[in-house]
T-cell receptor, first 115, second 116 residues
Framework: AQSVTQLDSQVPVFEEAPVELRCNYS??????LFWYVQYPNQGLQLLLK??????LVKGINGFEAEFNKSQTSFHLRKPSVHISDTAEYFC?????????????FGRGTSLIVHP | DAGVIQSPRHEVTEMGQEVTLRCKPI?????LFWYRQTMMRGLELLIY????????DSGMPEDRFSAKMPNASFSTLKIQPSEPRDSAVYFC??????????????FGDGTRLSIL
């Protein structure tokens, strides 16, 4: 079985500062990795996904993530955040083959952007 | 494209009452998931369906919870009788065709349930 650890439950940051949200996973097989964002009173929306190929993945709203197989990490970054980026961010992992392809979600990281 | 549609968006009811949450998945999606989100436990998978058939309901907390999917465009999650500890946000999600195995889930906006 796979698991996901989001190391920070809350990340406060000032507007226009860079941010990194950390995600580590464990799995005995190849995986697909996802980052979702949840704005207040809304469902989760896909930010970006890593399936294969280039380890640097670009997503919506200026976010990007880097897959590091040796460190089993998939950290999310943005060079300059906006107030509107305040939201909950979820990392998810899913087996790349075999089984039911059901994702495992992390506990989430609350990004709080201060003016 | 219409996304996953959940109703109601908010539900407030008294302990002991029956609660029914509804979900309409994206047309053509053959997987449907029900999740519960709380501060204490985060996002929990309750049950999922494939082609209207329940595949894994091991996340359903108790017999008070039941879920059905009578057809490809509709699913319900029912709690009877409801208890205050059932208060949470319940999400429905659907996912694309089986052969598109790398497709992500699409989530509805959730139902915020409060049991008094």
């Amino acid at each position: 079985a796979q698991s996901v650890t989001q190391l920070d439950s809350q990340v406060p940051v000032f507007e226009e500062a860079p941010v990194e949200l950390r995600c580590n996973y464990s799995s005995s097989v190849s995986v697909y990795l996802f980052w979702y964002v949840q704005y207040p009173n809304q469902g989760l929306q896909l930010l970006l996904k890593y399936l294969s190929g280039s380890t640097l993945v670009k997503g919506i709203n200026g976010f990007e993530a880097e897959f590091n197989k040796s460190q089993t990490s998939f950290h999310l970054r943005k060079p300059s955040v906006h107030i509107s980026d305040t939201a909950e961010y979820f990392c998810a992992v899913r087996k790349a083959s075999g089984g039911s392809y059901i994702p495992t979600f992390g506990r989430g990281t609350s990004l709080i952007v201060h003016p | 494209d219409a996304g996953v549609i959940q109703s109601p968006r908010h539900e407030v009811t008294e302990m002991g009452q029956e609660v029914t949450l509804r979900c309409k998945p994206i047309s053509g999606h053959d997987y449907l998931f029900w999740y519960r989100q709380t501060m204490m436990r985060g996002l929990e998978l309750l049950i999922y369906f494939n082609n209207n058939v329940p595949i894994d309901d091991s996340g359903m907390p108790e017999d008070r919870f039941s879920a059905k999917m009578p057809n490809a465009s509709f699913s319900t999650l029912k709690i009877q009788p409801s208890e205050p500890r059932d208060s949470a946000v319940y999400f429905c999600a659907s996912r694309g065709l089986r052969q598109e195995i790398n497709q992500p889930q699409h989530f509805g906006d959730g139902t915020r349930l409060s049991i008094l």
